[in-house]
């Protein structure tokens, strides 16, 4: 008969997946140490549940052949127009990222290469989510997108920090190895900034709150993770990761940050080439002369920004940019359109004045490359409804059809 133990943890083991203690009658041992039974049923169901033929999650995030900076950025050209300097730190951020990942440590020379998070400014429609989709496409790590609008500190209605390695994890397929090296884009980063440069006097749930949960994310630790998401309770089974090999891409709009930048530029220095410097700036492209005083300013706090060491800014995109993302892109909104309606064994054409027409339009309206899809949809709606029923096998789009489409769908309310 054995001996009652005098501490409550003596005589149990954990389970290697979630962390429990439980008693060795309650656990089963493998080669990694021992499971639990609610892992073990959990790791079944997801068994049973996967697609015949899918490649076990160890296979499909193996790193063979790291792409070169520059072969990263020829594939960000082919489906994302100009921006050249957000991807040459893009391209150069995840080249990084997979040699720190594949690092081996034990070589006598080694020295412990440092993740450097990223943070995108640019407007609405610049690209900075379509730079994250396309870069996923070519990645050998588990890559997920998550809404930094969604969050708030914990114990609050909304989503917990750790939300966005539950997603990262899910993309993994539950791998922990794999998602402690995966990247993980936070978009829309500006909606979590405080009102104003100074701390806030009351509870900030959405705000400065957030930005506070996140340090530990992107700084690097080990993390609780419920493995299902939502809120997390004391019986609930989880799953440790460390974030230490994480990269983070940040990205938002910054809606304002402009005049803060201007603001800075135009402060009186001490000296005489004060004027000579300010007929030097570019006042149609503040966000080139963005610095972290400003993301400060905006609303960020200091322990983010020095956590997101590499800023850059995305361009905004003139007439001549637009136009090249209406037709040029592997994924062109022209040739989508084209496609779908040969699906139908239609033959679609486009004036070249309809184009420039729908160009001119979404400069009107400010909604960037968004506005050209949302633009193009509103001259396309009663073709797309119309045509399947027919027996035409030819369309052409004219500028005057285009402009009576855009008239009749009270577009001009847009701007």
């Known amino acids: 008969m054995s001996k009652k133990k005098n501490n409550g943890s003596e005589g149990k083991e954990t389970c290697f997946m979630c962390g429990r203690e439980l008693s060795p009658q ?9 499971l639990c039974g609610d892992c073990l049923y959990y790791m079944a169901e997801n068994y049973l549940n996967m697609p015949k033929g899918q490649p076990k999650s160890e296979n499909k995030f193996q790193i063979t052949n790291i792409p070169k900076p520059k072969e990263i950025k020829e594939f960000l050209d082919k489906y994302v127009i100009g921006q050249d300097m ?3 730190f893009l391209s150069v951020a995840v080249y990084n990222h997979y040699k720190r990942v594949t690092q081996d440590k034990n070589l006598p020379d080694s020295v412990e290469i440092e993740k450097s998070n990223i943070i995108m400014v640019g407007s609405t429609g610049t690209g900075k989510t379509l730079l994250a989709k396309t870069i996923a496409r070519l990645l050998n790590v588990p890559f997920t997108i998550v809404d930094a609008t969604v969050l708030t500190e914990a114990g609050y209605v909304g989503e917990d920090i750790e939300s966005i390695l539950t997603r990262l994890l899910q993309v993994a397929d539950y791998d922990v ?4 090296r995966g990247i993980v884009f936070i978009d829309e980063i500006d909606k979590i900034a405080r009102k104003g440069d100074n701390p806030s006097i009351t509870r900030d749930v959405s705000g400065e709150g957030v930005q506070q949960g996140l340090l530990k994310l992107l700084e690097g630790s080990i993390v609780n993770v419920p493995p299902q998401g939502g809120r997390k309770h004391p019986d609930q089974k989880m799953i440790q990761v460390n974030t230490q090999n994480i990269l983070y891409i940040c990205g938002g709009a910054f809606d304002g940050i ?8 135009n402060t009186q220095v001490v000296g005489f080439s004060t004027k000579e410097d300010q007929k030097q700036i570019d006042r149609s492209n503040f966000l ?3 610095s972290p005083q400003d993301l400060k300013s905006f609303g960020l706090i200091p322990e983010i920004i020095g956590r997101l060491p590499i800023l850059t800014y995305l361009n905004p995109l003139d007439r001549e940019v637009l136009r090249n993302i209406l037709t040029e892109p592997e994924n062109a ?16 054409k486009f004036e070249d004045e309809v184009l420039d027409f729908i160009v001119d339009k979404a400069i009107e309206f400010k909604l960037g490359a968004r506005g050209l899809r949302s633009i193009v949809e509103h001259i396309m ?12 096998k030819s369309l052409t789009i004219t500028l005057n059809y285009a402009k009576n489409r855009l008239v009749n769908a009270n577009m001009h309310t847009m701007g």
Not at 26 to 34: E, H, S, V
Not at 333 to 348: A, C, H, P, T
Request: net charge positive; hydrophobic share 45%.
């Open 381 to 392: 709606m009663d073709a797309m409804y119309e045509m399947p029923s027919t027996d035409r």
């Open 177 to 180: 190895a794999a998602a402690e």
């Open 26 to 34: 309650y656990l089963i041992q493998g080669t990694k140490g021992f």
């Open 258 to 265: 402009e005049r803060k930048i201007a603001a800075r530029l």
């Open 333 to 348: 909104i022209i040739k989508q359109y084209i496609y779908m309606f040969k699906l139908d064994g239609i033959k679609l």
């Open 288 to 290: 080139q002369y963005i």
């Open 86 to 88: 957000a991807k040459r």
